[in-house]
């Protein structure tokens, strides 16, 4: 076999031409990204300038927020628990109603597959509209109050909670769900007795993050009127009470970092 | 000898068969025939032994004898009914039928006693399910079933903390559990070692003694003979071979298996 050797400088290259359909391709998609940046820069009407001008506004705020007001500490603790209280009210009631639905809504254990396609489509158009706009329609039809915060919570948990957990059940193995369905035993022995204790530890763990996400969540509830201490973050805004507002500000860094990580150490101790 | 042959002549005996699988075919498609056409009946209190190499066809002639696997043609009947009649059919026939798996598909997180309770499932009112809540006299025969496989010192433990040969005689105890007419077992002993094998197949050998059929793939020829009263040797998805144990010399058993390692290499 005769081997051709050549030095460095000898080899021929590929023949690359310029207007190849790979570089054609890379230049439409970098105008159509720069289309689409430059459209978005108008409509959020973004603007240096009046940042520069309201730094200043702002500074002056926070020189005069300190030190933070704590006449009202009392009131502003109990405002922090109604905010943990709705999340945790709402995040379960969302599991409660989660619990049927993703098990119809996961694949390999759906009941069936009429069944199966507009569960999806339920829990995503749940999953879609946020828990701030059902909240706004709540106050709407049940009046001012926690309990609007705690009924747009609930609605918009249930869809994201039972399409986790529905995935968290496609992913499991099946073997184990076989043996049991050979021995003659209904779905829902087969749902209740075998499936259950493999995915609870990750139901558990998609609860307590959502538990976490809607304590996040419920603190700017207040703000459309469901409750809670976004209610007072709103009120002292309005009312330019800077030491009050930093008091509030405090209050949600503190309860939100505290429920991360005990969140966060329950879930690690699940696994 | 002849009283073997008494046995296994299907045609002879009065007694309905515990399990009749008729012109049985499955493909997957493009290219795999599982089952071609495959016909033979069980009777009651037989220990039929399927032999066959990797691929012969012998999981998913266990998956249609369970109704895991729906064939593309030929029937199954368990004690005279056919499984696909109805869903409700296909659940009374499951309740007649134990399946051993070869991977054992025990419940990793559940003790071995909760494995072996997946046995009563099916006899047991839905709620007691649910609340995880079984009679004593549930428990106490789960509990005999795991004396039987000899594990009854480690009923509490959680199931993936048993060795394989443990995980098997957890899953051969709940098949036991079920009072099933018959233990379909799809390669029982083929992940364990020659002590936990023999352990199984005496079990399984002592569960024939009782009055229960039982139905096992094996790969070890040997096995087979010492175990069983009729080896069916399955290849290509056909069966090549159908008779007493007795009869079928380890030889032409071997010759079936070497030339069919011999084919699929060439």
Same mark, same amino acid.
């Given at each position: 076999?005769?081997?051709? !050797?050549?030095?460095? *400088? ?38 240096? *300038? ?52 993703? !098990? ?34 709540? !106050?709407?039809?049940? *009046?001012?109050?926690? @309990? ?44 209740? @007795? ?14 307590? @993050? ?62 | ?33 599982? #089952? ?27 998956? %249609? ?28 026939? =499951? ?41 004593? &006299? ?6 005999? %079933? ?44 083929? &992940? ?8 199984? #197949?005496?079990?399984?050998? &002592? ?22 009263? =009729? ?34 290499? &060439?």
């Amino acid at each position: 076999m005769a081997t051709v !050797v050549r030095r460095a *400088g000898e080899y021929p290259e590929p023949v690359v031409t310029w207007w190849s359909g790979r570089r054609l391709r890379f230049v439409v998609v970098l105008v159509l990204l720069g289309a689409f940046y430059s459209a978005s820069w108008h409509l959020a009407k973004v603007d240096p *300038g009046r940042l520069l001008t309201g730094l200043p506004k702002m500074a002056g705020w926070a020189a005069k927020a300190w030190p933070p007001a704590t006449d009202e500490l009392p009131v502003l603790l109990l405002r922090t628990a109604e905010t943990i209280a709705m999340a945790a009210i709402g995040t379960t009631a969302a599991a409660l109603l989660a619990l049927p639905l993703c !098990v119809v809504a996961a694949r390999n254990v759906t009941p069936s597959l009429a069944l199966y396609y507009p569960a999806r489509w339920f829990l995503n158009a749940l999953r879609g509209v946020d828990s701030f706009v059902f909240a706004l329609l709540f !106050v709407a039809a049940v *009046g001012l109050g926690p @309990f609007a915060g705690v009924l747009g919570i609930a609605l918009h948990t249930w869809g994201s909670t039972a399409k986790l957990w529905a995935e968290a059940i496609e992913n499991i193995p099946p073997g184990p769900l076989e043996a049991a369905a050979a021995t003659g035993a209904s779905r829902l022995k087969v749902v209740a @007795f075998a499936l259950l204790p493999d995915v609870a530890p990750s139901m558990v763990s998609v609860g307590l @993050f959502w538990w976490e996400f809607n304590v996040r969540a419920s603190t700017v509830l207040g703000v459309v009127g469901a409750g809670g201490i976004g209610q007072e973050l709103k009120n002292s805004m309005d009312l330019l009470l800077f030491p009050r507002l930093l008091t509030i500000i405090l209050l949600i860094l503190v309860t939100v970092t505290v429920i991360d990580h005990t969140s966060e150490w329950l879930r690690r101790k699940l696994e | 000898m002849a009283a073997t042959e008494a046995r296994i002549a299907p045609a002879s005996r009065s007694i309905e068969p515990v399990a009749r699988v008729a012109g049985l075919t499955k493909r997957y498609p493009p290219a795999v025939t599982a #089952l071609d056409d495959v016909s033979f009946t069980v009777q009651p209190g037989e220990f039929v032994a399927v032999l066959g190499p990797s691929g012969a066809g012998k999981t998913t002639l266990f998956r %249609c004898l369970t109704g895991l696997t729906r064939p593309d043609r030929g029937t199954v009947a368990v004690v005279g009914r056919d499984i696909w009649q109805s869903p409700r059919e296909l659940r009374s026939a =499951r309740r007649q039928l134990a399946l051993i798996f070869q991977q054992f598909n025990l419940i990793r997180r559940l003790s071995a006693l909760e494995n072996v309770l997946v046995g009563r499932l099916a006899h047991v009112p839905t709620w007691r399910v649910i609340l995880r809540c079984f009679t004593r &006299s549930d428990r106490q025969l789960a509990l005999g %079933c795991l004396d039987t496989v000899g594990l009854v010192e480690r009923a509490g433990t959680r199931a993936d903390e048993l060795s394989g040969g443990q995980q098997q005689r957890v899953a051969i105890a709940r098949a036991l559990a079920q009072n099933a007419k018959i233990i379909l077992a799809d390669e029982p002993v083929a &992940s364990l070692d020659p002590e936990s094998s023999a352990t199984v #197949l005496a079990s399984l050998r &002592s569960a024939v003694s009782t009055g229960v059929t039982v139905v096992a793939s094996l790969h070890q020829v040997h096995l087979a003979r010492a175990y069983a009263d =009729r080896i069916v040797a399955l290849r290509d998805g056909r069966i090549v071979a159908d008779a007493a144990a007795s009869r079928l010399d380890a030889r032409t058993i071997e010759q079936i298996y070497e030339r069919n390692g011999e084919r699929s290499e &060439s």
